[in-house]
Structures are given as C-alpha cells and as structure tokens.
C-alpha cells in the first residue's frame, strides 16, 4: 500500500520560514519528487521538483525564498520555505513518480493529502 504523508505545516507570519516534509513509503522506486499548491478557487500549481538524481527546479515566484531537496534512501522530500509572504498561503501537496515493483509497466504519480501553510500579514 502506499503511502505519502506531508508535514510541518502551519501558521507563520510574514518574513517567517517553514519546513515542510513528506516521506513515501510502499514503493520500490521514486523517480520525480514534488511540491503542488492549491488555493481556494485556484487550479493546483507546482511549485518545486526534484529528480532522483538531485536536480532541482522551483517556480519563479518562489526561487531563491524557497528550496527542495530529499534523501533517496529514506523516499523522504523536503520544502524549505524562507521570507514566506501572504501569497504562499495554500495546502501544499507532495507528489511522487514511483514504481510499485519491478514487474510494473511504468512510473505513476502518488499524491499526498495535503498540509496547510497559512502566512499571515
């Protein structure tokens, strides 16, 4: 079974930093890991991803405030999310490419449930 689980959300005011996790358990390899953010009203929107071999790319509305990085032996990602701004207010999902096993055909994405960031102005 798997299973994607986010945390360190929260409240922050303005200028504040947050550090968001997600850990994927159930799976046999990670390809793309991920940070999605939806807001009432809004279409889901990325935010940042990594490849398993480590590179990098966040949106320009984040870049240079915010940084993805994970630890492939631990299927673990994190958002490290400095000078936050009221604008970053939303639930931040966490997305993986992954396959169950090795007879599987091709990579799929897993979704997490979602955690809170709330930056207050």
């Known amino acids: 079974q798997v299973q994607v689980m986010e945390s360190g959300g929260g409240l922050v005011q303005a200028g504040g930093s947050l550090r968001l996790a997600c850990a994927a358990s159930?799976?046999?390899?990670?390809?793309?890991m991920g940070w999605y953010r939806q807001v009432p009203g809004k279409q889901r929107e990325r935010v940042a991803t990594?490849?398993?071999?480590?590179?990098?790319d966040v949106v320009s509305s984040v870049r240079g405030r915010f940084t993805i990085s994970r630890d492939n032996a631990r299927n673990t990602v994190w958002l490290q999310m400095n000078r936050l701004k009221p604008e970053d207010t939303g639930i931040y999902y966490c997305?993986?490419?992954?396959?169950?096993?090795?007879?599987?055909?091709?990579?799929?994405?897993?979704w997490g449930q979602g955690t809170q960031v709330t930056v207050s102005s």
């Open positions: 997305t993986v490419n992954a396959l169950l096993g090795v007879s599987m055909a091709r990579p799929e994405d897993y």
């Open positions: 159930g799976v046999w390899h990670i390809n793309d």
């Open positions: 990594i490849s398993n071999g480590g590179s990098a």
